[in-house]
């Protein structure tokens, strides 16, 4: 069994140039959410992928789409890994400083963030068993943090596939079973 994972296409709205407070922060990730996306050709390999799956959000339904010409399941358990910011007062700081905070924040579990680090992989955890319940060729398109995670469990559960630190937008790295019983 193969698992494709892909990442959305590369989002349009850019990143906040100038320094930006928490409120601003969550107003950019909005934008994000919704942007439209730079379509490019996906090389899907030589595999005749027979199930779809992919995050709800705009950005990864355009790219399954342009993927996956059969139906595809959509599934809000695909989307990204939440933050919220851990400084509230109007405080404005480049837009890395507060993902540092917030990555910091969330690897301690801090009580800030929507989900931690266990529910996260709980929830990869689950989707995935969701998702090889079929057994067949499956392309998933998620985001690019889900993916660093989502890498880890296939290969915690006996898969092999391609290593990367930040996955390339649009984008397929395939994993496939050692198992052969």
Known sequence: MKIGLIRHFKVKRGYPQKLVTGKDLMNWVEEY??????????????????????????????????????EIIYMKELREIGLNPLIKMNIKLPLFIHLLLIRVAWLCNHKSQPETKAEVFKRISRTLDEILKSDKDVLIVTHGGLMLFMRKELIKRGYTGPSFKRPENGNLYVFESNDRG
Do not use: H, I, M, N
Not at 35 to 51: F, M, N, P, Q, Y
């Open 33 to 70: 959410d919704q942007s439209e996306v730079e379509e490019t050709e996906l090389d899907l390999g030589a595999v005749d992928w027979k199930r779809c799956y992919s995050s709800d959000l705009p950005r990864a339904k355009v790219t399954a789409r342009k993927a996956f010409k059969e």
